[in-house]
């Protein structure tokens, strides 16, 4: 069984709260089953959980309160990453390229999956191709999360008109899933990068 950080857990109940209000939180818990339930007695932010019941709780999320095509995913990764980067923390990653700070994932990435490895390749100042192999749990809406995730991060760390893309999925009978961040830098005019 593949394992993640309890934190995440808890910023799905942040954004559920948040959008939809208290009464929300406890209808998406009851649309789990039960032993995905058991999870939440007890959950605390720095254990390792079920990385398999993290992506049911985000399908349900997107079941319940979204329009069943995982956009909503998207929505809850971009929160993700806000609420996981202090101010502090973007301050002192703007002081760095994006495509340093981007780098990094790499580098924390088994602070909070046991399974999973990546291998960055910086193409300038203005691209990033990151392979990820052996995650533990082949879901689209991990995926999903994870676009919007880094694609937010990287806007709070600076980049402009960031795009990304998932030329290889697992989900689709690839052996890794790639992922090509794009973005202009500040300075840059608007036909730049």
């Keep these: 069984m593949a394992l993640t950080k309890g934190v995440g857990f808890v910023n799905v109940r942040a954004f559920v709260t948040e959008r939809h209000g ?5 209808q998406l818990l009851e649309a789990l089953d039960p032993g995905d339930r058991e999870l939440w007695v007890g ?15 985000i399908r349900a999320l997107d079941r319940l309160y979204g329009s069943a095509d995982l956009g909503l995913v998207r929505d809850l990764g971009r929160f993700e990453a806000e609420r996981d ?13 994006p495509s ?20 960055m390749e910086r193409r300038g100042d203005r691209e990033v191709r990151g392979v990820l192999t052996g995650w533990g749990v082949v879901d689209e809406a991990l995926c999903i999360e994870l676009v919007s995730y880094l694609a937010r991060t990287l806007e709070l760390v600076g980049g402009k008109d960031v795009r990304m893309d998932h ?23 608007p036909g730049e990068g």
């Design 22 to 26: 208290t009464p929300a939180w406890r």
């Design 43 to 57: 959950l605390v932010p720095v254990g390792w959980y079920d990385l398999g019941a993290y992506a049911r709780l």
């Design 85 to 97: 980067l202090t101010t502090i923390q973007r301050f002192f990653l703007k002081l760095v390229r």
């Design 100 to 119: 340093m700070a981007i780098e990094q994932t790499g580098k924390y990435w088994s602070r909070f999956h046991d399974s999973g490895r990546w291998e």
């Design 167 to 189: 030329p290889r999925c697992r989900v689709k009978g690839a052996d890794a899933c790639e992922f090509r961040l794009f973005w202009r830098l500040e300075k840059d005019g």
